[in-house]
């Protein structure tokens, strides 16, 4: 089945700062997702973007299907920005469920 | 709008016991997926349903492990018996439906399941 690798497995900035997350996955998709899990175990869906990019006030979203890879900015951190940050894609090989990496876990300290 | 409605929010289990999730998903919405989040790990999918019927449970271990949605509205998943390994959180999301597994999905809070 689909790889998904997350990089950096864990970050902490300090607040104000820019952070930029990965994924890398291993073969086409047709459904890529991004999700914040706050400390408290919600997800919450950020992005659906299974190519080109997206923005959402701070937050930003890129992904490059024919490189296999997608990129999450987080600009001028808030300590709420806290959680851990999953990405989650769909093989474009069938109608197959999303496969969630192992994530990236940010802190971000006042 | 609410949200997707999970309960109970925890329980607390000997193992051999049985044990049951609810979950309400986002009103009018078709997809209900059941994941299972292991400590550290990203959620994995148990059972996707589009409206009552189960289109996709190849990851659901059906010896002890079932699950329902009798009207394609709420859904029940059931563990019978429970063992220590089980211990996770449950996850329920629902997305609109008609796409497959290409819909946005929305999650619950989760069900964190502890068995002694």
């Not at chain 2, 409605?5 to 051999?16: A, D, F, G």
């Not at chain 2, 990203?42 to 009798?70: H, M, T, W």
Request: aromatic share 10%; net charge negative; glycine share 10%.
């Amino acid at each position: 089945g689909i790889q998904v690798e997350q990089s950096p497995p864990d970050l902490i900035l300090q607040e104000g700062a820019n952070s930029t997350l990965r994924c890398n996955f291993s073969d086409s998709v047709n459904n890529l997702q991004w999700f914040h899990q706050n400390p408290w175990g919600q997800l919450i869906n950020l992005f659906y973007i299974p190519s080109g990019t997206k923005q959402n006030g701070r937050l930003s979203a890129t992904t490059v299907a024919t490189e296999r890879y997608s990129l999450l900015y987080i600009s001028s951190s808030q300590t709420t920005d806290s959680g851990v940050y999953f990405c989650a894609v769909g093989s474009a090989s069938g109608n197959t469920p999303l496969v969630f990496g192992k994530g990236t876990r940010l802190s971000v300290i006042a | 709008e609410a949200g997707v409605v999970q309960s109970p929010r925890y329980k607390i289990i000997e193992k051999k016991q049985p044990v049951a999730f609810w979950c309400n998903p986002i009103s009018g919405h078709n997809t209900l997926y059941w994941y299972l989040q292991n400590l550290g790990q990203g959620p994995e999918l148990l059972i996707r349903y589009e409206n009552e019927e189960a289109v996709d449970d190849s990851q659901l271990p059906k010896d002890r492990f079932s699950a329902e949605r009798l009207k394609g509205v709420d859904s029940t998943l059931k563990i019978q018996p429970a063992e220590l390994g089980d211990s996770a959180v449950y996850l329920c999301a629902s997305s609109e439906g008609g796409a497959g597994h290409t819909d946005t999905q929305y999650f619950g809070p989760g069900t964190r399941l502890t068995v002694l």
